[in-house]
């Protein structure tokens, strides 16, 4: 056991640690009493003294919630839209950024500075054009224009970009000689060797379209195509407009929508990490 150098450096230490525990309680309770009033039967919720664990376990909030509420139905869009806008990201934005790194053409770095300074302007700019577009082409109420308009991303490109500038440039020159293509350097090469930046984009990608709800308000109309989030708000203004909100199945819709992202995360976190780490040392 080190030693402390100095009479406070323990107490400091023991505060730090507190500080810590403090603020990461703060983060799990919340969490915590969701999953507990989403087991509790309904009218328990605001029984006083307030009881953090239920006393009996009760499922049938989550049963509800699949049988008078169409969830199914949510849960099959989201995780629809949620996988092809992820593909569609890694695709298009891997390429993009492969151009950007490694090949050479009049104005590349132009180009990119100025795609890259989109990201100073705000969604909700471009939001009316991109409807007008989306609406044009008939894709309401359609998975393409849930999908479509996702699938490229300026941060993805960027964060692709400064890890293929990573790979050093011996191992592309080593693949021209041996007569490789572009396309076989670029699947065979840079993909292999950026795995963790890939998984990174995938987690932004996958917890971006998961939880978002603007977009899917402005296109999905009907019921049949309502994703997780956009059907987790009609369900939450019905039921407060006729005074008789049902907490339990509120808080166990919400279990049923955070779950998939917080399971994505625990397992892709070490690759998370580790491409944010790469690819932010590089450039």
């Not at 890694?90 to 009049?106: D, E, H, I, N, T």
């Amino acid at each position: 056991m080190v030693k402390p150098k100095h009479w406070w450096d323990l107490p400091a230490r023991i505060l730090g640690y507190a500080i810590l525990i403090l603020v990461t309680l703060s983060m799990v309770i919340p969490f915590i009493w969701m999953v507990s009033t989403s087991l509790k039967p309904r009218g328990s919720e605001f029984s006083y003294p307030p009881q953090l664990f239920p006393t009996s376990l009760d499922f049938s909030n989550y049963q509800d919630l699949f049988t008078l509420v169409p969830f199914g139905q949510y849960f099959f869009n989201t995780a629809l839209v949620t996988a092809f806008t992820v593909a569609g990201q890694l695709l298009v934005c891997s390429m993009a950024a492969y151009g950007f790194s490694r090949l050479k053409f009049v104005g590349r770095d132009v180009i990119f500075i100025l795609y890259l300074a989109t990201m100073m302007i705000p969604f909700q700019i471009t939001l009316i054009p991109l409807f007008l577009i989306v609406f044009g082409l008939g894709w309401i109420n359609t998975y393409q224009g849930l999908i479509i308009p996702g699938i490229s991303s300026v941060f993805g490109i960027f964060l692709l970009r400064q890890a293929f500038m990573g790979v050093p440039q011996d191992y592309h020159d080593a693949a021209r000689i041996d007569g490789a293509s572009e396309w076989t350097i670029f699947t065979r090469v840079f993909l292999p060797l950026n795995g963790p930046a890939l998984t990174t984009l995938a987690v932004f990608a996958f917890m971006g379209t998961w939880t978002d709800l603007l977009w899917p308000l402005l296109i999905a109309r009907n019921q049949e195509m309502r994703t997780l989030e956009l059907g987790l708000a009609y369900f939450n203004a019905n039921t407060t407009a006729y005074r008789q909100t049902n907490w339990p199945m509120v808080m166990a819709a919400a279990v049923v929508v955070m779950l998939p992202v917080l399971i994505v995360y625990i397992f892709a976190q070490r690759y998370f990490v580790e491409g944010i780490s790469l690819s932010g040392v590089k450039g």
